[in-house]
C-alpha cells in the first residue's frame, strides 16, 4: 500500500504505523474456525448502513437492502460489506456473539490506539488518520 501514500506525510506516517499495529484482521474470514461450510452472497458498495424497519434489521449496501432477525447477524453481515466482502459464511451454526465479540475488541483496540497517536491533532486529521487506517486494513471506514 505503499505507493497509495497521498496527502500529508505526517498523517500518512501516523495512519500507517498504527495499522501495522493493529490486531485488526479480515472479517469475517479470519474470525471464524475453519471449516466446510454454505456460502452466503451479499451486495458490494462502499454505502453501507444499518437500521431497524419493523421486525427486521436492514443492512443497506448502496441501496441494496439485506432484511435480518437478529441484532447479531446484521452485525456479522454490516462488518463483512464493510470489507467488501460479496461472498460470506453463511450464518446459521456459527458462535456470531464470540466471532462479532473478538472483531469488535480488535476495533475497540484499534480505536485506542487512534485516540492516542491523535489527542494533540485537529479534528479534521483525526478523521483523515481514522480514514486511511480504515483504507490500510481493507475497510470501508469502519472507524
Same mark, same amino acid.
Not at 466471532?99 to 478523521?127: P, W, Y
Given at each position: &500500500?505503499?505507493? %497509495?501514500?497521498?496527502? %500529508?506525510?505526517?498523517?500518512? !506516517?501516523? #495512519?500507517?504505523?498504527?495499522?501495522?499495529?493493529?490486531?485488526?484482521?479480515?472479517?469475517?474470514? $479470519?474470525?471464524?474456525?475453519? &471449516?466446510?461450510?454454505?456460502? /452466503?452472497?451479499?451486495?458490494?458498495?462502499? %454505502?453501507?448502513? &444499518?437500521?431497524?424497519?419493523?421486525?427486521?434489521? *436492514?443492512?443497506?449496501?448502496?441501496?441494496?437492502? +439485506?432484511?435480518?432477525?437478529? =441484532?447479531?447477524?446484521?452485525?456479522? *453481515?454490516?462488518?463483512?460489506?464493510?470489507?467488501?466482502?460479496?461472498?460470506?459464511? =453463511?450464518?446459521?451454526?456459527? !458462535?456470531?456473539?464470540?466471532?462479532?465479540?473478538?472483531? $469488535?475488541?480488535?476495533?475497540?483496540?484499534?480505536? #485506542? &490506539?487512534? =485516540? +492516542? @497517536?491523535? #489527542?494533540?491533532?485537529?479534528?479534521?486529521?483525526? =478523521? @483523515? *488518520?481514522? #480514514?486511511? +487506517?480504515?483504507? /490500510?486494513?481493507?475497510?470501508?471506514?469502519?472507524?
Amino acid at each position: &500500500m505503499e505507493g %497509495d501514500q497521498e496527502g %500529508d506525510p505526517e498523517i500518512w !506516517d501516523i #495512519a500507517s504505523s498504527i495499522a501495522k499495529r493493529s490486531p485488526l484482521k479480515s472479517f469475517p474470514e $479470519e474470525y471464524l474456525q475453519p &471449516m466446510g461450510r454454505s456460502y /452466503l452472497d451479499i451486495p458490494i458498495g462502499s %454505502d453501507i448502513i &444499518m437500521f431497524r424497519q419493523d421486525e427486521f434489521i *436492514v443492512v443497506s449496501i448502496d441501496s441494496r437492502r +439485506v432484511y435480518l432477525r437478529s =441484532n447479531i447477524e446484521a452485525k456479522y *453481515v454490516f462488518y463483512s460489506a464493510k470489507r467488501g466482502q460479496g461472498r460470506i459464511a =453463511n450464518p446459521s451454526g456459527i !458462535d456470531l456473539e464470540t466471532v462479532i465479540g473478538s472483531f $469488535e475488541d480488535d476495533l475497540d483496540k484499534t480505536l #485506542a &490506539m487512534i =485516540n +492516542v @497517536e491523535c #489527542a494533540k491533532l485537529a479534528q479534521r486529521h483525526q =478523521n @483523515e *488518520v481514522k #480514514a486511511l +487506517v480504515s483504507k /490500510l486494513l481493507g475497510y470501508h471506514d469502519i472507524f
